[in-house]
Nanobody, 129 residues
Framework: QVQLVESGGGLVQAGGSLRLSCGASERTFSSYAVNWFRQAPGKEREFVAAISWTGSSTAYATSVKGRFLISRDNVKNTANLQMNSLKPEDTAVYYC??????????????????????WGEGTLVTVSS
């Protein structure tokens, strides 16, 4: 069992930056890939980014590639999502998630939200125009 907690959401103007963090108290956190999903009002939850347990493999949604950067610190049991050049369409609740299928996996690929086993409660990001 992994309990995930997100932080760092807020209100930012278009073009600005925010940094989200995902933390867990369990040491097993370091053996899981970390995924970020987001869900905008009236839309389905969508994949944003993922990072392997070692941090050597990452994956991004096309819509955020080049603007968002995912990283992790296994000593601190945290994973971060640096979001730059934010757009109003990035407005959503952002969730941190982990999947048993990605435990100890060297490579990460985008997975659907249905494949996730553990979720945080989400943090709201609002980008004003």
């Amino acid at each position: 069992q992994v309990q995930l907690v997100e932080s760092g959401g807020g209100l930012v103007q278009a073009g600005g930056s925010l940094r989200l963090s995902c933390g867990a108290s369990e040491r097993t956190f370091s053996s899981y890939a970390v995924n970020w999903f987001r869900q905008a009002p009236g839309k389905e939850r969508e994949f944003v980014a993922a990072i392997s347990w070692t941090g050597s493999s990452t994956a991004y949604a096309t819509s955020v590639k080049g603007r968002f950067l995912i990283s992790r610190d296994n000593v601190k049991n945290t994973a971060n999502l640096q979001m730059n050049s934010l757009k109003p369409e990035d407005t959503a609740v952002y969730y941190c998630a982990a999947s048993n299928a990605q435990k100890w996996q060297a490579l990460v690929t985008p997975l659907s939200s249905n494949a996730m086993d553990y979720w945080g409660e989400g943090t709201l990001v609002t980008v004003s125009s």
